[in-house]
């Protein structure tokens, strides 16, 4: 067996976490609390190395004897400035908080906006893409749910059974989300299960 | 407090793992079971074909989900996808990458290459800056994972992890570069994005099905199984639940 | 998309088809493929991309190695019994009779280690000639069953496709000392090739060549068998001298018709081509089998006058192929120094050792290349008799080598194919298109009008909203109809706001930058109503970038409520690591979970917070969200540790319809979606200066717009998706 | 110039360079994005730092005997084993790290999806059929009329997900049952009709941004215009 001692320690965690969920009675309640404490600290730990480990493959693309990347060292030194900055003045120093709102927001927002012509121009060529009665109906649906979504039906109040109509359409797509979502869960179920079976084990590398 | 709730999620566990653990023996006896085709898995299978033949690169993404999140199995299906495409694609001169939106998927993604390599003897191959954090914030993470797709000679970008609809950004960089992209996720409104956008969208559960389809373990076979069982199970559970509430009994 | 012809009523079918939609039989009737063939790991993929998805299982060389050699054993028994008996019985031999397919050898019937497309052929044609060359055997098989030392006479067919070249790759020369070759290749069946995974059309040519013309064609089912475990011995790579070592022996009978051939004096002289309408039919079906040669038969016709064929002759050798064709091995032992047999050699040449000629490369030996090195030879060897050049040997002849060398052979550029030849042709075409299709997809070729497509709607939607932000024409009406969850959301905050005691709320911030400018916009105004009833605001969020945009977004709102002293009723209980999983903890005991504001200073003591113990203890939570997964948490986790404090959501456009279903079933009180949600809680309000009434110009008209272009494009590609379709019908 | 000019200055230097994408991918986008990355990853380090490690690890550690703190011990080594993960020859060593990680993370993952997705959308599915507090007709056979269509959109949406297959003659069909494909046929509109609904909703939502972004812009260059 590839690595017993990690498998162990998978196994026995995760069952404890789950009956800890199921069977909340002492020890193992406590105990999962604690077990997702560690977690969540580990995971604070590995986000920490993994950003090391980004650093490290943007410092070796700089310094590449071939094809240097130079943008790689903007990105080293917007992290230098940003650690160290946020390490004098903390998380909550307001210069800290100019940092999410007047860099982040606007370029995430701005991809955002970039993002609707990227789907517009998908939406295009949805057909160009692919045909067959499924994209036809999503077509339908999304050109459907674009005009009730610019809420023009919704200006006309005269209209009696408009309402109801709206109220039905809007209805529809519950169906198969709840479908799609009972799948998603089945298959999270098994998935899970699958790593406190030990058959998959992608922490042994 | 031990609550009813609490005892029948437990026995949904105990049965579904106890299926699972059934079947993967039985199945031993009984040979491959039968699958319906999915034509993105086929797409995909060739794909990996040809980019081993070209000497082009697989990449794979795995979205954004920390591990101590609820819905990281979407992230656990893709490294299961990751390490059986790490072994199908380890006589390619380019091994494939892989690239993630959070630290411990990262280092998972890494340390699934390492098993990889090391399961088909080829632990040289195994490089830790193939398993990449691209990007620690949603955003951030698909900035990151642009330039993969546009300047590392990707041929086939496969997806499959908890997403935002902001990875449709993603699929149309790679269509720019010619390259096929396969795309799954756990959230409704990427799934919605990929489907107009990625050249094979997996919609749903399907995301599950990737390791199964790329011919992993057993376990993955009857894990698949195991959902269609749960799957009419929950059928019959709703359809006899609306009928028990409508004449009042529940 | 790619077809299959109907081998029975010639209709086309999709690619995966396996019955023909019109006359309802099976595509690939003759194709077994074994159940349950295990699969080898990662190879299928492999045969699949290559678009022989349905023969992946069936090529030999996937087929399981031990499975392979078990069948193997359990076969050669009845093939060895059968010879025995003949040895000791001498009686004539049964493959006389017409062989039923189930009588075949185990390699013929081991169909699922067969591509389909030889399976077709072996099912189709072969039985006939067998039957044919039955026929013909008789005269010879008795001739020859009187010689006790020859159980199973030479055969004359040359095996076209036998997995020859590939045996020196896999077994050492020196073994194959042992044994002669040639013997194994005249002996070979006409159907061996179905058996092959190489392409029969890169063989030598020189496979053919030791056979003699004077002999007729045999009966090749009698030594199949043999070849049957030769193949498999070769395929699964059993090393020799192990349990190949007793067939070996087995087959030392099969040395007099070597040696008889060996003592044919070599020819250099024109030889006598056999003509074609005395060959039987067996040589022409068993090119038949792979696709390659298909193609080939288009530059060369076996039936055509003039042209040798396998077994007509033995230097006059027809030759498809072309030296690029050949496998290194090959090409570098034509580029050796010629070590002919002895056969071959002319006088002057027998210093030569014999011996270090291994049969099997003499037998696979190219005679093109013998050839003009034997005229060469008598070249060097000539001395020139008169003119300026007299007494100087190996003076090129002006005249000699025309009397050498043949008027070259007319091939024929007539591709004699059957229709089945033409379907597999298709079929393989197709493969072949199947296979490039992928992984170059047709993105590529579009890669520059998708750009300007691209480019076109990114600038016509710029333009257009910049141009509505702009001039603000006012063309767009305000919605009227509400939706019944905007009207429960300002029913509620109407009802908490009007209370005597100020409400405490907790305001749950689960969403990224990226949709920051629309949650912002939305939750304005309902943050001014919250403001205006002098509410307690408690921040908290599992979004790292939250603490900020919490901030900003009271600064926001707090500029239309200047009463409102943020400093007092505003607390930020900062970012709560570990996503939802700290949701739980949160809703089991806030206290612990969120202690501190982001100023570091003790929360729960502060004014607002003071004597609260849990989340029960707010009067409302509203959520702000983009996020699906997390609002799940949220409400699965948190609202139930609520009690009866409603639960109210503001959600970014893109979450609205997977939430439908919580708000359906009351999980949640009041939800406020997107911009559209966001002007319904303003014209519930009756706000006139809303920030969503700002842009809802803007809004509405990139909707349709979006809308219009989505259609246009729909239509567009439709038509000509139609148009493309009906050319091609 | 006042710092939030400047603060205001590089927002809207940013939002031109990142909305440039739209005519094409380019050097000076790719520039942003870098920084982007940085910028954000050094955010998350000091976040997870001074809001994560040391409150709830390196604080009570230093501040509080061991004796007290005994349960911290354990995720302090296993963290510190996680720093080997930066050397691959010794990475090994942070495998077990690794595995709690990820096996707490199925544990939450299997309670979240059958106490919260499944319970919780089952019951809805449900919830719509009890009908023994309206009072009226025709609200009864409305709501059950609403209920049947969930009911059986939920129903095909799931059964179009089923991956099993007919085997003949032991061998893959890759077919299903005949009234399999009817229920998926008909589960493949519901699913239509939703991605179709979210795909618009994932449009407003983005084109709500885009326009947050144009105004923005134009807000910052009026008053220089003017």
Redesign the interface.
């Known amino acids: 067996m590839r690595a017993p001692l990690s498998t162990a320690i998978a196994i026995g965690a995760g069952i404890i976490t789950l009956l800890g969920l199921f069977i909340p009675v002492e020890p193992i309640t406590s105990l999962r609390g604690r077990l997702i404490e560690w977690a969540v600290l580990l995971a604070g730990v590995a986000g920490l190395v993994a950003i090391v480990h980004l650093l490290s493959v943007h410092w070796r693309k700089m310094t590449a004897r071939r094809n240097k990347n130079i943008p790689s060292a903007f990105l080293l030194i917007a992290f230098a400035l940003t650690f160290a900055a946020g390490m004098v003045l903390k998380p909550g120093h307001p210069s800290m908080q100019k940092i999410v709102t007047h860099i982040q927001v606007p370029i995430e927002a701005s991809l955002m906006g970039v993002l609707a012509v990227t789907l517009t121009v998908a939406a295009i060529r949805l057909f160009q893409r692919r045909s067959g009665w499924m994209s036809f109906l999503f077509a339908v649906s999304a050109f459907v749910f674009l005009i009730i979504g610019s809420g023009l039906l919704s200006s006309s109040a005269n209209i009696p059974v408009l309402k109801d109509i709206l109220a039905a359409v809007n209805a529809l797509p519950v169906a198969g989300a709840r479908g799609i979502l009972i799948g998603i869960a089945l298959g999270s179920l098994t998935t899970g299960l699958r790593v406190l079976l030990g058959t998959d084990r992608p922490y042994s590398g | 407090m031990i609550t009813i709730l609490g005892v029948l999620g437990l026995g949904v566990v105990f049965l579904a793992a106890g299926l699972m653990i059934i079947l993967r023996m039985t199945g031993k006896d009984r040979g491959q079971p039968a699958f319906r085709k999915i034509a993105a898995f086929d797409d995909l299978k060739k794909s990996i074909g040809l980019a081993v033949e070209n000497g082009t690169r697989i990449h794979i993404t795995l979205g954004k989900a920390s591990l101590a999140q609820p819905f990281n199995p979407s992230a656990l299906a893709g490294l299961a996808a990751l390490d059986r495409i790490a072994q199908i694609s380890s006589i390619s001169d380019r091994p494939p990458i892989a690239s993630s939106g959070d630290g411990g998927l990262t280092l998972l993604s890494q340390d699934t290459l390492h098993a990889a390599y090391r399961s088909v003897h080829a632990p040289e191959l195994y490089d830790p800056g193939r398993g990449r954090l691209t990007g620690i914030t949603p955003m951030s993470y698909i900035a990151g994972t642009l330039p993969i797709a546009a300047d590392e000679d990707v041929s086939a970008h496969v997806m499959i992890g908890n997403f935002g609809p902001e990875i449709a950004l993603v699929t149309e960089a790679a269509d720019n570069a010619g390259a096929f992209s396969l795309a799954a996720s756990d959230s409704l409104p990427a799934q919605a994005a990929l489907f107009a956008s990625a050249q094979q969208p997996i919609i749903g559960e399907e995301l599950f099905a990737a390791p199964t389809y790329l011919e992993a373990n057993r376990g993955h076979a009857a894990s698949l199984q195991t959902q269609d069982i749960l799957r009419w199970g929950v059928i019959a559970i709703i359809i006899g639940g609306a009928l028990l509430k409508m004449v009042g009994v529940l | 998309m790619s077809e299959i012809i109907c081998p029975y009523c010639g209709s086309t079918n999709t690619i995966?088809a396996?019955t023909c939609l019109s006359c309802n039989k099976s595509l690939y009737d003759d194709v077994?493929?074994?159940?349950?063939l295990?699969?080898q790991?990662?190879m299928?993929?492999?045969n699949?991309?290559?678009g022989l998805?349905s023969d992946s299982n069936a090529s030999p060389s996937t087929a399981e190695p031990g499975s392979e050699s078990a069948d193997a054993e359990s076969e050669v028994p009845e093939w060895l019994a059968r010879i025995r008996a003949r040895k000791v019985e001498e009686a004539p031999p049964p493959e006389e009779e017409p062989l039923e397919p189930d009588e075949l050898p185990s390699f013929i019937n081991q169909d699922a280690d067969l591509p389909d497309w030889i399976k077709e052929i072996k099912s189709g044609d072969i039985p006939q000639p067998l039957e044919e060359n039955t026929d013909n055997i008789p005269d010879w098989l008795k001739s020859l069953a009187g010689e006790d030392n020859l159980p199973s006479p030479p055969a004359p067919s040359a095996m076209p496709g036998i997995s020859l070249p590939d045996i020196p790759n896999d077994l050492p020369v020196e073994g194959l000392d042992e044994f002669n070759f040639e013997a194994l290749t005249e002996k070979a069946s006409p159907i061996g090739p179905v058996d092959l995974p190489v392409d029969t059309s890169e063989l030598p040519d020189d496979l053919f060549d030791d056979i003699p013309a004077d002999q007729p064609p045999s009966a090749p089912d009698i030594d199949r068998p043999d070849l049957d475990w030769l193949d498999e011995r070769i395929e699964t790579g059993i090393p020799r001298g192990g349990p190949l070592a007793q067939p070996l022996d087995e087959l030392e009978w099969l040395n007099p018709p070597t040696t008889k051939q060996t003592e044919l004096s070599p020819s250099t002289e024109e030889p006598e081509p056999a003509e074609p309408a005395q060959l039987p039919d067996w040589m022409f079906e068993s090119v038949e089998p792979t696709a390659d040669e298909i193609a080939e038969s288009a530059k060369f016709d076996f039936a055509a006058p003039g042209s040798s064929l396998p077994g007509s002759g033995d230097e006059e050798l027809i030759s498809p192929l072309q030296e690029e064709g050949l496998p290194d091995w090959l090409l570098d032992d034509e580029a050796a120094p010629l070590v002919p047999g002895t056969e071959y050699l002319p006088e002057g040449s027998s210093d030569i050792e014999e011996a270090q000629m291994p049969g099997w490369l003499h037998a696979m030996r190219p005679v093109e290349a013998a050839a003009p090195n034997l005229i060469a030879s008598e070249e060097e060897n000539r001395i020139e008799a008169s003119g300026p050049l007299a007494g100087y040997q190996g003076v090129l002849p002006g005249h000699g080598v025309v009397t050498h060398y043949s008027k070259p052979p007319v091939y024929s550029a007539r591709m004699q194919v059957t229709d089945k030849q033409r379907i597999y042709a298709t079929l393989f075409e197709t493969l072949i298109a199947?296979?490039t299709r992928?992984?170059?997809?047709a993105?590529?070729n579009?890669?520059t009008p998708?750009?300007v497509?691209?480019?076109v709607?990114?600038?016509l939607?710029?333009i257009a909203?910049?141009g509505v932000?702009?001039l603000q024409p006012g063309f767009?009406?305000?919605?009227?109809?509400?939706?019944?969850e905007s009207v429960a959301f300002y029913d509620t905050v109407q009802t908490l706001t009007a209370a005597a005691t100020p409400p405490r709320v907790l305001v749950a911030l689960d969403y990224?930058?990226?949709?920051?400018?629309?949650l912002?916009?939305i939750s304005t105004s309902v943050l001014e109503d919250w403001m205006a009833g002098n509410s307690g605001l408690a921040f908290v969020s599992i979004s790292?970038?939250g603490?900020?945009?919490a901030?900003?977004l009271v600064t926001a709102a707090a500029v239309q409520s200047p009463a409102y002293i943020s400093a007092e009723r505003v607390i930020n209980l900062?970012?709560l690591?570990?996503?939802?999983?700290?949701l739980?903890?949160l809703a089991n005991d806030p206290t612990r979970t969120a202690p501190?504001t982001?100023?570091?200073l003790s929360a729960w003591d502060s004014l607002l917070l003071q004597g609260m113990t849990a989340v029960s203890d707010f009067d409302a939570i509203l959520l702000l969200t983009?996020?699906?997964?997390n609002s799940?948490?949220w409400i699965?986790?948190v609202k139930p540790a609520a009690g009866n404090a409603p639960l109210l959501v503001i959600s970014?456009?893109?979450?609205?319809?997977?939430l439908?279903?919580?708000v359906?079933?009351g999980?949640i009180t009041g939800m406020v979606a997107?911009?559209?949600g966001g002007?319904?809680y303003e014209q519930l309000t009756q706000s006139p200066s809303g920030p969503v009434r700002?842009?809802?110009d803007?809004?509405?008209g990139?909707?349709?717009l979006?809308?219009a272009?989505?259609?246009?494009?729909?239509v567009v590609?439709?038509i000509?998706?139609f148009v493309r379709r009906n050319k091609k019908a | 110039m006042a710092p939030d000019l400047l603060w205001t200055f590089i927002a809207f230097f940013l939002t031109i360079l990142v909305l440039s994408y739209v005519m094409g991918d380019n050097a000076l986008f790719r520039l942003v994005m870098m920084v982007f990355v940085g910028i954000s990853a050094g955010y998350a380090a000091v976040l997870i730092f001074y809001q994560v490690l040391m409150p709830r690890l390196i604080t009570p550690l230093v501040t509080t005997p061991l004796a007290a703190n005994t349960a911290l011990v354990i995720p302090a080594v296993l963290g510190v084993l996680l720093l080997f993960k930066l050397s691959p020859r010794l990475s090994i060593l942070g495998n077990p790290s690794m595995a709690l990680l990820t096996g707490v993370g199925a544990a939450v993952a299997i309670g979240g999806a059958v106490t919260g997705t499944l319970f919780g959308q089952i019951s809805g599915t449900i919830s719509p059929f009890e009908l023994s507090g309206l009072s009226s007709a025709g609200s009864v056979i409305s709501q059950l009329f609403g209920g049947i269509v969930l009911l059986a959109g939920t129903v095909c949406s799931l059964a179009y997900f089923h991956f099993g297959a007919r085997k003949k003659n032991g061998e893959n069909t890759g077919s299903q049952p005949v009234l399999i494909q009817i229920l998926a046929r008909i589960g493949q509109i519901f699913i239509a009709i939703t991605l179709g609904a979210l795909f618009a909703g994932v449009l407003a939502a983005s084109l709500a941004a885009l326009i947050e972004r144009l105004d923005f812009l134009i807000n910052v260059l009026k008053p220089l215009i003017s």
């Open positions: 995966d396996l077994e493929t074994p159940a349950g295990p699969q790991d990662g299928e993929w492999l699949t991309f290559r998805e199947d296979e992928v992984g170059a997809p993105a590529a579009t890669t998708q750009l497509l691209r480019l709607v990114g600038l939607m710029v909203l910049l932000l702009i767009a009406v305000f919605p009227t109809l509400v939706p019944p990224d930058p990226s949709l920051s400018g629309e912002r916009t790292p970038t603490p900020a945009l901030a900003e900062g970012y690591p570990g996503g939802a999983s700290a739980a903890a501190t982001m100023d570091g983009d996020n699906t997964e799940r948490a699965e986790q970014s456009a893109q979450v609205a319809p997977a439908q279903p919580y359906q079933s999980q997107g911009f559209m002007a319904a700002g842009y809802w803007a809004y509405q990139g909707m349709l979006i809308a272009l989505m259609f246009i494009g729909a590609f439709g000509k998706k």
